[in-house]
């Protein structure tokens, strides 16, 4: 079986590097194609192998914006398209939703970039093989957030948006020793090994629960 191919059309290399640094971290057998402009993302998609995952930046040296996006639907790679940006307006937003784009905004933390990543990525590749590869547990745990306290599902929710142990502390009111033993138990009870693994199962959850993680 061939590896998931995934195009990255962003036009500053340094991010480029790091979006294929988060996509190898979640699944390594992953071929990633870069291409710099509107122009060249467009060419890759008439590539006969097609790509299972295409990640867009939209403010790019030949388009921008609006324009960027509807390009790339009206060219609808077969696989699922995310979009990488810095912009906020409601029509990019709205425009997204509308065409079953996903949204996610460059300022987003690395943990919660990675989690919705993955929650893509289990789309596209069956989930024994994401589970393996990602996770390296014996069976899916998202179950075990149902179990979770109160307490440790609150800090698990500030650990999905990227706060430190510190930040948790203060917020919480706790010390930061006591933050990090509820983050050990967290580990422990869902079966995974450190905040990233824990931070994606808690966003895939909250999607199996029907609720959104912003």
């Known amino acids: 079986m061939s590896h998931p191919r995934v195009l990255i059309v962003e036009d500053h290399p340094l991010m480029a590097d790091a979006l294929r640094v988060h996509l190898h971290s979640l699944l390594k057998k992953m071929v990633c194609v870069h291409a710099h402009s509107l122009q060249q993302g467009l060419l890759c998609l008439q590539q006969a192998q097609g790509f299972a995952?295409?990640?867009?930046?939209?403010?790019?040296?030949?388009?921008?914006?609006?324009?960027?996006?509807?390009?790339?639907?009206?060219?609808?790679?077969?696989?699922?398209?995310?979009?990488?940006?810095?912009?906020q307006e409601d029509q990019v937003v709205q425009a997204c939703m509308a065409n079953d784009v996903v949204y996610i905004h460059k300022a987003t933390s690395s943990f919660k970039l990675q989690a919705q990543l993955l929650a893509v990525l289990a789309k596209l590749v069956?989930?024994?093989?994401?589970?393996?590869?990602?996770?390296?547990?014996?069976e899916p745990e998202s179950q075990g957030i149902d179990k979770l306290s109160n307490k440790q599902r609150l800090v698990l929710s500030m650990m999905a948006d990227g706060l430190l142990s510190k930040e948790m502390a203060l917020r919480l009111h706790l010390s930061e020793a006591t933050v990090r033993t509820h983050m050990t138990e967290i580990y422990q009870r869902l079966g995974v090994k450190n905040r990233t693994q824990a931070s994606?199962?808690?966003?895939?959850w909250t999607q199996q629960q029907g609720t959104r993680h912003d």
């Open 53 to 87: 995952l295409v990640l867009l930046d939209l403010n790019l040296p030949d388009s921008q914006g609006l324009d960027t996006l509807n390009a790339f639907c009206a060219a609808r790679p077969r696989g699922s398209l995310v979009v990488l940006t810095a912009l």
């Open 126 to 138: 069956q989930p024994p093989k994401v589970q393996a590869e990602l996770f390296q547990v014996q």
């Open 200 to 204: 994606t199962l808690y966003v895939l």
